[in-house]
């Protein structure tokens, strides 16, 4: 992906870090390691789609927890949860929820607030913050997964990472097994996805971006963008405030309400993301 369609997720996911309050670096390095910036990717040996590569359940169960935060609630409120399992009863509404994974404003949005998330569910596991590498550790495999892997790299870094954790490495192959096929260890694993996230991090100079790294992300997308509204669709009222960043990063309100018009509350979200709203206004949500 390049050109407008770059610049376009680029800037979402700009977005997505000043709503959140998640780093930038990192949702922009994540969304590289997932699917190369494209945000209608799909992996071939399970259900993930879109920028970050959301399987159908961890989507379901992450709009329906946190929709409501994003102005997604009539999204969130089309979800059942039942047994710890999410779930949309209309077949064709559960199509275009599905279909907003393709959407880089919403997908980048949930991968932010579900970053928050994971940091939380990390912090009495490692006792401490999460590097970028862990925090997508628990994306990649689930907080369930991560826990279980960080616990078990901590006792014994040389044991399989394919045997403790037999389903991740069935539907990822290439990181759980070296090019002979054999097993990579948890030391294997983890670094080598410390080496992935370390090279996407770098791709744009790594660290955390400064004011006008920010500014050259919503410059480079301003063009384009009137032209390519978000799917998403408003669902509910204004806006709601930006939570405090995961680290101390300046803040954005100024660039977004200058280029986009997208000061905390405002309309413009409105005008980005009515696309989907008329499209599951359909379905009666």
Known sequence: MGGGGDARTRAAIARAAERTGTDFSYLLAQARIESSLNPSARAPTSSASGLYQFIDS??????????????????????????????VNNPALRGQIMGLRND????????????????????????????????????FLGTGGATRFFTALAANPDQSAAALLPQAAGANRSI??????????????MQLMESKMARAMAADGGGLPGPSTLEGEFALARGGWQSAPSSAGNFGGAAPAAPAPMRGTPSMSDTLRDNFGLANGSGGDRGHVRAAYDKLKAFGL
Do not use: C, K
């Not at 759980?176 to 694993?189: D, M, Q, W």
């Open 104 to 139: 880089p404003d919403v997908s980048s949005m949930m991968a932010g607030a579900l970053a928050q998330q994971n940091r939380a569910a990390l912090l009495p596991v490692l006792g401490r913050e999460p590097q970028p590498t862990e925090l997508y550790m628990a994306h």
């Open 58 to 87: 961890t989507w379901l169960a992450t709009l329906d927890r946190h929709g409501d935060s994003y102005g997604l609630s009539h999204i969130a409120g089309a979800i059942d949860t039942r047994g710890g399992r999410s779930f």
């Open 176 to 189: 759980f097994y070296g090019p002979g096929g054999a097993p990579r260890s948890l030391r294997g694993v």
